[in-house]
């Protein structure tokens, strides 16, 4: 079992890059691969971004390719997502994802989720 946990959320001016953290507990974290997802208000949640176990494959929403870089260090426990470039559009709360197989996590049926952070693109 894992705990997720995310972090780095704000508010940024359109143009402009953050970076968020999940946190993951548990000692086998390499185990899991790993995904972000966001959901806008009155939007369905959606995918964005996804990992395998070592960082050896990543998968990306188009809408959100050439700007967000999902990568992971598994001595810390901890997936990143870099976003750049941001736009309005991207605002939303992202939540992380965990399972054990990358098609479990793209495909939006992960066992384990965080409880959000909230990102805010200002035009």
């Known amino acids: 079992q894992v705990q997720l946990v995310e972090s780095g959320g704000g508010l940024v001016q359109a143009g402009g890059s953050l970076r968020l953290s999940c946190q993951a507990s548990?000692?086998?974290?390499?185990?899991?691969?790993m995904g972000w997802f966001r959901q806008a208000p009155g939007k369905e949640r959606e995918f964005v971004a996804a990992?395998?176990?070592?960082?050896?494959?990543?998968y990306y929403a188009d809408s959100v390719k050439g700007r967000f870089t999902i990568s992971r260090d598994n001595a810390k426990n901890t997936m990143y997502l870099q976003m750049n470039s941001l736009k309005p559009e991207d605002t939303a709360v992202y939540y992380c994802?965990?399972?054990?197989?990358?098609?479990?996590?793209?495909?939006?049926?992960?066992?384990?989720w965080g409880q959000g952070t909230q990102v805010t693109v200002s035009s």
């Open positions: 994802a965990a399972d054990h197989t990358p098609s479990t996590v793209v495909g939006g049926n992960a066992n384990y």
């Open positions: 548990g000692r086998t974290f390499s185990s899991y691969a």
């Open positions: 990992i395998t176990w070592r960082g050896e494959n990543t």
